[in-house]
């Protein structure tokens, strides 16, 4: 039995293809950034494939394109919908939000995992503060819009 895939980010591959040719660089190019500045080796083909939607980066590697085409991670991304995508984008590991939510982190990484949040009011706004989100933004993440 194989492992689990793990989640990836909601990545955008449209943007990542247009930010790479408003470079003028080829996916060779970007691979050898990558590895060269961030240490991450992937081949040009990689490259080609994550734009092609066959597959997206992980979260080291969308950090480095990110940094290879000049721009920040969160270019690269589709809006989040998942606590996990939110976390992504905001650069903070689950014990990170988990601290900021006042939430035990295997508390919190269950319900990432679940993707249904059950935080008090008081959780839920320290969530809110957190990821940065509109209170229409927190109340659709949260599946307290009907509330």
Known sequence: MSPP??????????AARRLREQLGMGPEHVARTMRASYGVDVPPETITDWERG????TGPELQALAGALWCGPDDLLRAPSTL???RWVRGLTSADLARLAGIPPKD??????RNRWTGSAAQTAALGAALGLSPPELLLLTGHREA
Do not use: G, I, K
């Open 84 to 86: 996990l995508e939110h």
């Open 54 to 57: 066959q597959h997206s980066p």
């Open 5 to 14: 895939a793990l989640p990836t980010p909601p990545f955008d591959r449209d």
């Open 108 to 113: 919190y990484d269950r319900l990432e995992r």
